[in-house]
């Protein structure tokens, strides 16, 4: 099972050459078409849970709309403040536009995983992978991506040199920072369960068997992956954890005084990074590309299968922007080193007793019971220290005002 | 070998570039930035001595946590932009003076008994070179061979975290 | 490829990293040089793994690994310690922190 990309077992001549071009070449058209289909998708979906009509001048349904305004943000005036370090300045839009898409370069778009297929498919005398790279390291690249994207916003708020920029910055880079603990530990379950790091692996663990069951948001019980589809939403800074660019209290957020393609480029890798991260969910935990193979051309099914996927998550970011109101920030905060880091730390470790007893032959009956006791133990425990520490600290407080009226 | 060759060359250039412009640079921010090349630079380093799963450490904790770690310190301190009053002490010539003999002694004496080891050359395919030093080996040697000072690093940084955090509130 | 070019990498390393813990007298850049020297010193520990066989190699790399945990825990202590220093003299220069200086 642990194989890597047959692509370049055969040594390397121009023909693998031109494949790895070709390959990453119609990675980052994907993730283009992707980012302009999305924008006009998310305006549209918004506009309709709005009662609104949404773009409808470009193009049938408006569809056009995203180039027009692509069009219009090259041809503007591009400024650059006064007191911006020049420098930095114009390096942070290339920071946060590049990781997002070097992200989705470990992402399986196709293949079919079961049978002897094994998720490779045959271009012009090479067996491949549908996916640009597959490192040893796999999903440890998407972690160390998405924390190379902080650079981005925590840059541009302190280069340009004011402070609503500088406040939505440290905000931004402060929360992402936070939420990737939650979301690694997510991620660790499912490695721990599929057996390998990398993406084709983890696809392959559960395509294989060609059931449902074994997709990873059931083997590992669904709460990795509420916390993680929790954690991406906060690492996207999509509502309702988008405070990074609350329009009422920061004006625009660390953009601010971006304007023209610069600007751009930040719309464009928030879209892409929205793309990359819905596919991401597939792939851990909805088996990425697998599902059943219908009539016609085979190869094209999974493909087929893996939009869907991506699309009903790419839906369901829309929807909860739609619906959600915005966090406040010191409850974002609470929700993720309070709530969510314990709990998928707790989670981590009872499914690594559980795949221990298994292992061992452990009653299946026992470990459960004294996994889950030790949880419940430890969570009291938990909550108690909480408990306890905020009434210290409300009798501190009111010393401190007891001394200062005194 | 020529390839990798070429690639040490360059990251080598690269980061002891970066390394003088981040010790000699006269804005903090600026230094930080450098020092993400160095150690960029360095990860790469890690990848042409096929240790992939140092390098994406070094990638996730140095630059991910500790350089942005650091870029928020100079933020809360100082975030003024552009040059900022002197960051040097006046002990500069006598710390380059030292520096170049540690320098010199260190290469003297590397070159003297070291001469031109080569690295030992490695035949085997990709599945090997994974199965015998690739991630599963380190992790493995990790939970057996070295579980004790794994542990003892994991109470280091629980106390580490302990204890930033009671310096750093505010009370 | 030689195994003196990633020793000497590190020794270059290890030099400016002295010498910018040395000449500067910002805690924060004095902190970073040490991740400077940190690094050096990794470079060496997984070179030097690579001159033995299996089992060497995977010791230098955890021994690297070890180095980098260490390293993290050393900048969240030390950072806050300066965060302190600034709160009570609002100054990062090393060269005021002198109290102790009879």
């Given amino acids: ?406 | 070998m020529i390839a990798q060759n070429i690639a040490f060359g360059i990251l080598a250039a690269s980061s002891v570039l970066a390394a003088i412009r981040m010790v000699t640079t006269k804005n903090v921010v600026h230094a930080a930035l450098y020092l993400v090349v160095v150690l960029g630079s360095v990860a790469a380093n890690y990848i042409l001595l096929a240790a992939e799963f140092v390098a994406v450490v070094q990638l996730l904790v140095y630059i991910g946590a500790i350089v942005v770690l650091f870029l928020f310190g100079v933020m809360l301190t100082r975030a003024k932009l552009g040059h900022e009053g002197e960051l040097d002490n006046d002990q500069r010539g006598l710390a380059a003076v030292t520096a170049l003999l540690i320098l010199g002694i260190l290469g003297y004496v590397l070159v003297d008994y070291f001469g031109d080891d080569k690295l030992p050359q490695l035949n085997r395919t990709h599945e090997q070179l994974n199965a015998t030093r690739g991630t599963g080996a380190v992790g493995n040697a990790i939970f057996s061979t070295y579980l004790i000072p794994f542990e003892v690093v994991s109470v280091l940084l629980l106390a580490a975290l302990v204890g930033a955090i009671v310096l750093a509130r505010r009370d | 490829m030689l195994l003196n070019q990633f020793l000497l990498l590190g020794a270059v390393l290890f030099c400016i990293g002295v010498y910018g813990v040395l000449a500067r007298k910002n805690g924060v850049l004095v902190l970073m040089s040490i991740e400077l020297i940190l690094n050096s010193v990794n470079i060496n520990l997984v070179a030097f793994g690579m001159m033995g066989g299996d089992a060497a190699a995977i010791t230098g790399q955890v021994f690297a690994l070890f180095v980098i945990t260490v390293a993290a825990a050393e900048v969240g202590v030390g950072l806050a310690i300066v965060l302190l220093i600034y709160r009570n003299r609002t100054t990062v220069d090393l060269d005021e922190v002198d109290l102790m200086k009879g």
């Fill in chain 1, 1 to 406: 099972m642990f194989a890597a990309d047959p692509l370049f077992s055969t040594g390397i001549d121009f023909g693998v050459v031109l494949i790895a071009l070709a390959k990453s070449i119609i990675g980052f058209l994907f993730v283009l078409i992707g980012v302009i289909f999305m924008i006009w998708f998310e305006r549209k979906l918004i506009a309709d849970f709005q009662n609104r009509i949404g773009p409808n001048r470009a193009g049938p349904w408006g569809m056009l709309q995203t180039l027009a305004d692509g069009i219009k943000l090259i041809f503007k005036e591009d400024l650059r403040p006064d007191g911006s370090d020049s420098l930095v300045f114009r390096l942070a839009p290339y920071l946060s536009v590049v990781p997002a898409f070097l992200t989705f370069t470990i992402v399986p778009i196709g293949g079919i995983f079961t049978g002897a297929h094994q998720g490779t498919v045959h271009l012009f005398g090479h067996d491949t992978f549908l996916q640009v790279a597959d490192p040893p390291i796999g999903v440890l690249f998407l972690l160390a991506m998405s924390s190379i994207g902080i650079y981005g916003a925590m840059l541009a708020g302190w280069a340009s040199g004011s402070k609503y920029p500088l406040l939505g910055s440290v905000r931004a880079s402060a929360s992402m920072i936070s939420y990737e603990a939650a979301l690694g530990l997510s991620v660790v379950s499912v490695v721990l369960m599929s057996g390998s790091l990398t993406t084709h692996d983890i696809v392959a663990a559960q395509a294989s068997g060609g059931s449902i069951l074994d997709w990873n948001i059931v083997v590992t019980a669904f709460v990795p992956f509420v916390v993680f589809c929790i954690a991406a939403t906060a690492e996207l800074n999509r509502p309702p954890f988008d405070f990074a660019e609350a329009e009422q209290e920061l004006v625009g957020g660390f953009h601010t005084e971006y304007s023209s393609m610069r600007f751009g480029m930040f719309y464009l890798a928030e879209f892409m990074n929205t793309i990359t991260m819905s596919a991401i969910i597939v792939t851990l935990f909805l088996g990425g590309p697998s599902g059943p193979i219908g009539p016609g051309p085979d190869q094209v099914w999974p493909f087929f299968w893996f939009l869907l996927k991506l699309l009903v998550f790419l839906a369901a970011f829309v929807w909860v922007r739609g619906t959600v109101p915005r966090y406040r920030y010191d409850q974002l905060m609470d929700l993720g080193w309070k709530r969510l880091i314990p709990i998928s730390l707790m989670w981590l470790l009872f499914i690594a007793g559980i795949r221990i007893g298994r292992d061992q032959n452990w009653s299946p009956v026992l470990v459960p019971l004294a996994a889950i006791g030790l949880g419940a133990l430890t969570v009291g425990l938990l909550a108690g220290s909480m408990r306890t520490a905020a009434i210290r600290r409300e009798q501190s407080d009111e010393d401190d005002l007891g001394e200062v009226s005194a």
